[in-house]
């Protein structure tokens, strides 16, 4: 009996730190082998006048246009109201086609250019969209003769398409929308670390336990360390959509002065020798940067342009950015992240504990 209760006493006592290894597991595998669904890369030509007739060239995405052949239906659609539907469809293969469209001499416009927007509706697939697809050019803009040239196809009786868990397809993202489990999942975790080292903070300046400020120090090591690797993912991301690891982007560089701000922090440590004040100062200290945090990531970015999500006031985690689907990954992900930081900053603790006891004993 007392046998069971050893062996069974440090599994309730670690049942976080398996759980986080398992949700890290699911994360890796859920998050990197989900499907995309069906979606458009490209539609050729891009730049089209008026009054031509013209074949688009649409390159599509874990498609099967070739099985919905017979069904295929295209529009290029110019505002809510109106839309061009294409007289031939042919599938080349699953991943392209051909649409055919005739363009009216004069478009129902004021401006002598405008973007459409490729609509495709496929049985297998369901629909798809690929926003500004093309920019059409008229002679000269007469919207009262564009209202009277204008063939109106509605889009409608749309099909639902292969059902199942798959990410969305999202223009530019592509499957770099993955990083969303690594990139924004670390820093929600960072985000939880510091919580917890400003907490020990303020416990130290309450009772002045140095176990507080280990703690504290232990907790900002790891939140760090989880900025950083925020970081870096999140360049290579931009790399991959924007064509520059750095940007300059107003999210990018408060996120960095954030970050040094809080490894100013281990400077500060570093330079007083006395246990006491160093502990002190620190503490303070960390109270600032956690302060300083809070409008550096959260408000500036949503207050000026930024081509991060989240400008303007959008959260970043809506239906736009994050569908039920990757919410199944992506909370998972924060959880087991943050137990692993957790659990890193608790063994970094002990190692401080165990250093500060061999140099007392010196």
Do not use: C
């Amino acid at each position: 009996m007392t046998t069971d209760n050893q062996t069974s006493s440090p599994l309730r006592r670690h049942w976080w730190k398996a759980l986080g290894v398992l949700l890290l597991l699911y994360t890796f595998t859920a998050g990197l082998l989900t499907p995309l669904k069906p979606g458009i890369l490209t539609a050729k030509p891009q730049l089209l006048r008026a009054g031509t007739e013209v074949t688009l060239t649409v390159q599509g995405y874990n498609t099967f246009y070739a099985k919905g052949e017979g069904e295929l239906r295209g529009w290029l659609k110019l505002d809510n109201q109106r839309a061009l539907g294409a007289h031939s469809v042919k599938a080349l293969s699953d991943n392209q086609l051909e649409l055919g469209f005739t363009l009216p001499a004069v478009l129902p416009i004021s401006s002598k250019t405008a973007a459409l927007t490729l609509i495709l509706d496929n049985p297998v697939d369901g629909p798809s969209v690929l926003p500004d697809a093309v920019s059409v050019t008229q002679e000269a803009a007469d919207s009262l003769a564009g209202v009277a040239a204008w063939i109106n196809a509605p889009i409608e009786k749309l099909h639902q398409g292969a059902t199942g868990i798959r990410f969305p397809f999202r223009n530019i993202l592509y499957e770099t929308i993955r990083n969303t489990y690594f990139h924004v999942a670390l820093w929600f975790a960072m985000l939880l670390l510091f919580i917890g080292s400003v907490r020990h903070s303020a416990r130290y300046l309450k009772h002045f336990d140095a176990e507080d400020d280990r703690r504290a120090a232990a907790y900002t090591r790891v939140g760090v360390m989880f900025g950083i690797l925020g970081l870096i993912t999140g360049a290579i991301w931009a790399k991959n959509t924007w064509n520059a690891y750095w940007s300059w982007d107003v999210k990018q560089n408060m996120t960095a002065i954030a970050l040094f701000i809080y490894i100013a922090y281990f400077i500060l440590r570093a330079a007083f020798e006395d246990p006491e004040r160093k502990a002190r100062l620190a503490a303070v200290y960390n109270l600032f940067a956690f302060t300083a945090l809070i409008p550096l990531i959260f408000v500036i970015p949503r207050l000026t342009d930024s081509l991060h999500p989240g400008a303007g006031g959008n959260p970043a985690l809506g239906g736009e950015d994050l569908d039920n689907t990757m919410r199944m990954i992506f909370y998972p992900a924060i959880i087991g992240w943050t137990l692993l930081g957790v659990w890193m900053a608790q063994l970094n603790f002990r190692l401080d504990r165990v250093l500060h006891k061999v140099i007392d004993m010196e």
